[in-house]
């Protein structure tokens, strides 16, 4: 996948990401809301396939999982950061959101052209050609995140269940 | 080998005889708890989509409490959609505006020293005071849980905080946490477990156990841990939960961990944490200059009848200073009847308390909030930007005493010397 970068700092929080007086709406207006504490252009000119680019603890707070449905929404491809709020990464991959731990964020200037591949690990500033390494997601994660999100493995799996095929 | 108690319960719940911190493993729920937020709203479309039912309603317990209180139609909307579910999915551990979820599950014994649950909160470390294994999910992930029963997780390593001496009057487990937070950050507990130990906490009441092991979530721990002992027995008793074992459920003597703290109790000072992060907790004594117009004891951080009683000893034959607001919102019912027997309750009023309902409240931040620029002392968990209303409200971090105390003074103060 390739995107724009959106780069932002340590301890991003759930608040930030899916405030809680949009916590009621449905996830097109919350998502509208999406990062306005910390970025108010954010939302309206984050555009498909972008990549959010961050530093540490990433997602850090509440289990409200439209923190990562949000960004979702707003069509990021991904989120690279130097490290994740356990709760955050798991909701990201049940999501189907490719969440991926990277060192070398500082790396990374806003509005860089990014090329990622979360399997591998590999992110490529496109203007230097440098690579930087990420850890790569566990296969079993990865799996998740390519049915689309847990609730679309799940449904995979009852059909096969149902079919009597081995899960 | 030795393990630590985080070890034994999911080995347990793997079904294996021991586990290895960092391997991946299975595990079979014990119990899984939801609120009107994180639960039916978003569970049901889900499963309708699925074709699919709840593995266990016995193993379910679903609390109303997020949007409980809430005035307008969305909110009482998203409770009915709870009231709905629960009636037709045959949960009979449904809990509708009584509480707090995590308050709510332990005050009726649902947590027992073994345990291995989850729920779909951030605070839901908190069962973690009894000894049991408990973490929060995401409302996506405890589909998966209330489907198949199951969970995954990565065995975490053990940091223990170890705590000698006693704490001073005046200090409590919310200073403990912020000071945590403080000292090593909101990602210091690195999504591993937290155990705390020593004298200072096991002279703690359950409810203040529970104060420890709710905020390692602001720690970034993925829980906390108190091992079960006389005072957990005591507690469940009370709470009707029947015999409750207490081995093996405590980390061996040499167990692995991946460090150790140790503090001196004595020596920790009342702690509040600025605008807008835990993590910028320094000691009172930094903040006595910054005037406050809402005092808000509040949340299951602090607002369990441990809390009420603090805030009572600090304002017992008080009134709270001119143009400050003092808002205390029970986190139980159950708390609530009982401060209001004992009298907490009254000297909460007579000092000019105004009393909110028993739910999440201002703390979750789903309702308009504080007004712009309102500068509040509180004792909830979290003051990120924007969580409690405007981005331009500013939020104190502290405990029930401090926040008593800064509600006499209209001004941040140390509750040392009024504690009655």
């Known amino acids: 996948m390739s995107g724009r970068s959106w780069v932002f700092g340590d301890d991003i929080d759930t608040d930030a990401l899916a405030p809680g007086r949009w916590m009621k709406s449905a996830i097109d207006e919350l998502a509208g809301h999406c990062l306005e504490a910390v970025d108010a252009a954010f939302a309206r000119e984050v555009r498909r396939g972008d990549i959010v680019v961050a530093g540490r603890n990433f997602g850090c707070g509440s289990s409200r999982e439209q923190a990562a449905q949000a960004l979702r929404h707003l069509g990021v491809a991904a989120v690279v950061a130097r490290s994740f709020a356990g709760l955050f990464y798991r909701n990201a991959i049940n999501l189907g959101l490719p969440v991926l731990e990277c060192d070398a964020v500082d790396r990374i200037a806003a509005g860089a052209q990014l090329e990622l591949d979360p399997a591998r690990g590999r992110l490529r500033l496109a203007a230097s050609g440098e690579e930087l390494r990420c850890v790569p997601m566990p296969p079993f994660l990865l799996e998740i995140v390519r049915a689309g999100g847990l609730l679309n493995q799940l449904e995979k799996r009852l059909a096969e269940a149902k079919q009597g095929k081995p899960a | ?420």
Request: charged share 20%; proline share 5%.
């Open chain 2, 1 to 420: 080998m030795a393990q630590t108690l985080a070890q034994k319960l999911i080995a347990r719940a793997a079904g294996r005889a021991a586990v290895s911190a960092g391997e991946i493993v299975v595990c079979r729920v014990d119990l899984a708890m939801f609120h009107d937020s994180s639960g039916p709203r978003r569970l049901k479309p889900m499963l309708e989509r699925l074709g699919a039912g709840v593995w266990d309603p016995s193993r379910i317990v679903l609390v109303t409490d997020h949007y409980v209180g809430g005035e307008d139609a969305e909110s009482r909307a998203i409770v009915r959609i709870a009231r709905d579910w629960a009636k037709a999915e045959g949960i009979r551990n449904f809990h509708d505006g009584v509480g707090i979820c995590h308050v709510v599950l332990a005050e009726n014994g649902y947590l027992r020293p073994g345990m291995f649950a989850v729920g779909a909160d951030s605070h839901s470390p908190t069962g973690g005071a009894f000894g049991a294994y408990m973490f929060g999910i995401g409302a996506t992930e405890m589909l998966g849980v209330v489907v198949t029963g199951e969970i995954w997780l990565r065995v975490p390593e053990t940091i223990l905080m170890h705590w000698d001496g006693r704490f001073g009057a005046g200090v409590c487990a919310k200073d403990v946490m912020l000071f945590l937070c403080g000292r090593f950050g909101l990602d210091g507990g690195a999504y591993q477990v937290i155990e705390f130990a020593g004298a200072a906490i096991t002279a703690l009441p359950m409810q203040e156990r529970m104060t420890l092991a709710n905020m390692t979530a602001e720690l970034g721990a993925q829980t906390g841990l108190v091992a079960a002992d006389e005072t957990t027995q005591r507690y469940l008793a009370a709470a009707g939960a029947g015999d409750v074992e207490l081995e093996p459920w405590h980390s061996d003597q040499g167990a692995p961990l991946r460090a150790r703290h140790a503090f001196d109790a004595d020596r920790l000072t009342p702690q509040v944490a600025a605008p807008h992060s835990p993590a910028n907790a320094r000691p009172v004594a930094e903040f006595e200059a910054v005037a406050i117009e809402v005092a808000y004891v509040g949340a299951c951080t602090g607002a369990k009848l441990e809390d009420l009683r603090m805030a009572a000893r600090v304002l017992e034959g008080r009134r709270v200073a001119a143009g400050v607001a003092l808002l205390v919102a029970p986190a139980s019912r159950r708390d609530q009847d009982t401060a209001r027997a004992e009298g907490t309750l009254g000297v909460l009023e007579q000092a000019g308390a105004r009393l909110l309902p028993n739910a999440c409240g201002l703390c979750a931040g789903y309702g308009e909030g504080f007004a712009p620029q309102a500068t509040v002392v509180s004792t909830t968990a979290r003051n990120f930007k924007g969580r409690m209303g405007d981005p331009s409200v500013r939020v104190y971090l502290a405990s029930p005493y401090t926040v008593a105390a800064s509600a006499v003074a209209g001004r941040i103060a140390d509750p040392r010397e009024l504690v009655h």
